[in-house]
């Protein structure tokens, strides 16, 4: 079945630690590729979008995400974590069909971030 | 510029009340969509819209009913909520003219009792 997974349902590391989190993705084509934070209680903010070209992707708040078309992933970065980036995150896709009238994302099932002081 | 916003924040219900929920943009957005969020797995799309007037069945539609008589104003109605509906349900806009980025609103925690 298509899809998009987030391995990780929750990832504790400690602040200024460095923080990976994976997204993986099963279409025959590649899909447009988002991920999304959301902070406790809020909505979701998009941090960052790939639709084609450079692999490596700059976003806000300092975070990166990688494609790797080998890998079917898009993994999510940030250097040097903040207290402040305590939040859940979510990997979506605009999948690769034809008939998306409505251009309508597909979402995984998010990974908590939770950070030790 | 508000942005979009979602009435009301919180909402209980008995099992067989009905309600709609309102969801309002701002941005001249042609499409708006109506997600739920439930623990593990992520958002899933209930309706969306791509225009005034239009509306199409998401992912999970079922038990659910929608209504876009303005640009603006995207409505979600329950005629008869089950607790299977108890969640939390997003409304979202977006530009059909690029960027590709869903602006979403506050949220609106149903609990169905």
């Known amino acids: 079945a298509q899809s998009v997974t987030q391995p990780d349902i929750h990832i504790t590391v400690s602040e200024g630690a460095s923080l990976e989190l994976r997204c993986n993705y099963s279409y025959g084509a590649t899909p447009y590729l988002f991920w999304y934070v959301q902070s406790p209680g809020q909505g979701l903010q998009l941090l960052l979008k790939y639709f084609s070209g450079d692999t490596l992707v700059q976003g806000i708040k300092g975070f990166e995400a990688e494609f790797k078309r080998s890998q079917s992933s898009f993994n999510l970065r940030k250097p040097s974590v903040h207290w402040s980036d305590a939040a859940e995150y979510f990997c979506?896709?605009?999948?690769?069909?034809?008939?998306?009238?409505?251009?309508?994302?597909?979402f995984g099932g998010g990974t908590r971030l939770m950070v030790k002081p | 510029n508000a942005g979009v916003t979602q009435t009301p924040k919180f909402r209980v219900l008995k099992t067989g009340q009905s309600m709609t929920l309102l969801c309002a943009q701002d941005m001249n957005h042609e499409y708006m969509y109506w997600y739920r969020q439930d623990p593990g797995m992520g958002l899933r799309l209930i309706h969306y819209s791509v225009g005034e007037g239009t509306t199409a069945k998401g992912e999970v539609p079922d038990g659910y009913n929608v209504s876009r008589l303005k640009k603006q104003n995207f409505l979600l109605g329950l005629e008869s909520a089950a607790p299977s509906q108890t969640s939390v349900y997003f409304c979202?806009?977006?530009?059909?003219?690029?960027?590709?980025?869903?602006?979403f609103g506050p949220g609106t925690r149903l609990t169905v009792t």
């Open positions: 979202a806009s977006m530009s059909k003219r690029g960027a590709w980025e869903q602006y």
């Open positions: 979506a896709v605009v999948p690769p069909m034809g008939n998306n009238a409505g251009n309508m994302l597909t």
